[in-house]
């Protein structure tokens, strides 16, 4: 069966200092790969998504970065983080075309001091 | 502007009853709309998915409807319990784009 790893589950971290969230799939080959963030009470938020391994697309301008070094683990970076990166972190992966169920990790929850 | 509008009051209702909660959108073409549910400090899980040809799916107690002319789709849950307590997300579909998610509607269900 497929399962989907996040880490840290929680992490605070000072304005400025640098950021790195990693997400594994495991029981899949090929996922398409998604980093959403929520704010809360609001809807989640396309940062990032990825089609197969080094390809990258950025929904959203922002000091944010997304890498995709092996087929199954996507990491979202930031060299310097701003109070507003602050939120719920989601990465989720969907097998095919676009448009089916997609699988979601457990979550990183971030706060910026 | 395009929009995904989901009731921003939660919903409160006795065990047993019927949920039904509302997802309604502007200027999309949806070609699929997909169900969410997630629970606190939590990721989304998927529930239902229907394609804009299909009136009604079903799944165990859920039902979900989508009515493309009113831009409409509704997710009922039947014979509720507490434990379907939780923020429930619509998404929608559109060819060549990614999904978009609404901001999610919180159920309450009291015994």
């Known amino acids: 069966s497929q399962t989907i790893h996040q880490w840290p589950a929680t992490l605070v971290q000072p304005v400025g200092s640098p950021l790195s969230l990693e997400c594994t799939v495991e029981g899949t080959s090929n996922p398409n790969l998604y980093w959403y963030r929520q704010a809360a009470g609001r809807g989640l938020q396309l940062l990032f998504y990825?089609?197969?391994?080094?390809?990258i697309s950025s929904e959203v301008p922002q000091n944010l970065s997304a890498s995709r070094p092996q087929d199954r683990q996507f990491i979202l970076s930031s060299k310097k983080l701003l109070l507003s990166d602050s939120g719920f972190y989601l990465c989720?992966?969907?097998?095919?075309?676009?448009?089916?169920?997609?699988?979601f990790g457990p979550g990183t929850r971030l706060t910026v001091l | 502007s395009q929009k995904i509008e989901q009731n921003s009051e939660a919903l409160n209702i006795q065990e047993g009853k019927t949920a039904t909660l509302t997802c309604n959108y502007t200027n999309y073409s949806p070609a699929y709309l997909q169900w969410y549910r997630q629970d606190p400090g939590r990721g989304p899980v998927f529930l239902l998915l229907i394609r804009e040809n299909e009136k009604e799916k079903r799944k165990e107690r859920l039902k979900v409807t989508f009515d493309t002319t009113l831009k409409q789709s509704l997710f009922h849950i039947t014979a509720s319990q507490p434990a379907d307590s939780a923020t429930y997300l619509c998404?929608?579909?559109?060819?060549?784009?990614?999904?978009?998610f609404g901001a999610g509607t919180i159920l309450r269900v009291k015994s």
């Open positions: 990825s089609v197969g391994i080094g390809q």
């Open positions: 989720a992966w969907e097998q095919g075309s676009g448009g089916n169920e997609q699988f």
């Open positions: 998404a929608l579909w559109e060819y060549g784009n990614k999904l978009v």
